[in-house]
């Protein structure tokens, strides 16, 4: 009788432990994300545009305009008052978060960003990290934090680029061939090769100004250049006969001069 009551006892026990042991499961934190995206985007092109002098200040809009497109570009464009304005994809900063990140690993596991940009030529969209096995450490603090700090010098610096097309007459005028009833025309199709050295110039300056430096967007163009196939959505990003040896020396040699001069 004991040996029965024994047994009934521990099916019980049992029968009690399993709905807890489910709620445990389905209580599983979510998969790790991003801290940085489209708030911190906001964020940055309104600080690039509060340090821009007046006169500039007035003929572009600081909040960023937003289309909902898996394909990343960012782009100077013409606002509805006749201002100029930035315009950006979702794709774009599920981009700068995936290439941020890869980047960052870089760290945890040697050129894990070049096996990731190479993944790129084969996609029609911007593929997650995940896509690739991860190394150990992935989602660590230390590794996020490199993470956002990326993400936050390559956004800022690309959206101050395009201020600069803007404010420098580059968009206004190539406005007439950037028309079209098909879709955005990649800026880098049209604008030259020297109009976009310098914009870059002038809007490291401007990311530099709100303490970003020059290094994430030396490597993002970098990582766009090794590329293979170059996807179609590069010439939102660089033209194809962009000389990056040269705009690196020049990049570093701003920066250089940008905090002796603060000394």
């Not at 049992?14 to 489910?22: E, Q, S």
């Not at 909902?68 to 981009?95: C, K, M, N, Q, Y």
């Amino acid at each position: 009788m004991t040996a029965v009551l024994f047994q009934l006892l521990r099916a019980a026990a049992v029968a009690a432990l399993v709905p807890l042991l489910l709620l445990q499961v389905s209580a599983a934190p979510a998969a790790p994300g991003y801290e940085t995206g489209l708030a911190s985007v906001r964020k940055i092109c309104a600080e690039l545009h509060a340090s821009l002098p007046p006169a500039r200040q007035r003929s572009v809009l600081a909040e960023p305009g937003l289309v909902e497109h898996p394909s990343p570009w960012i782009t100077p464009a013409p606002a509805t008052d006749g201002r100029g304005e930035i315009r950006l994809t979702t794709g774009f900063v599920d981009f700068m978060n995936a290439l941020a990140h890869a980047r960052a690993l870089d760290t945890r596991q040697e050129q894990f960003s070049t096996r990731y940009v190479a993944t790129l030529g084969s996609c029609e969209n911007v593929p997650p990290v995940s896509s690739l096995p991860l190394p150990a450490e992935a989602w660590s603090f230390d590794t996020l934090n490199r993470q956002s700090s990326l993400f936050n010098q390559t956004v800022g610096a690309l959206a101050a680029v395009c201020l600069a097309h803007h404010y420098l007459g580059h968009h206004r005028k190539h406005a007439a061939a950037l028309r079209s009833t098909e879709g955005p025309v990649p800026f880098y199709t049209v604008a030259t090769a020297s109009e976009w050295r310098e914009a870059v110039l002038k809007g490291a300056k401007n990311a530099l100004d709100c303490g970003m430096g020059v290094e994430g967007l030396c490597s993002f163009y970098e990582c766009l250049e090794r590329a293979a196939p170059r996807p179609a959505w590069v010439a939102h990003f660089l033209p194809a006969k962009a000389d990056l040896s040269r705009l690196r020396k020049d990049l570093e040699k701003l920066e250089k001069n940008f905090f002796l001069a603060g000394d």
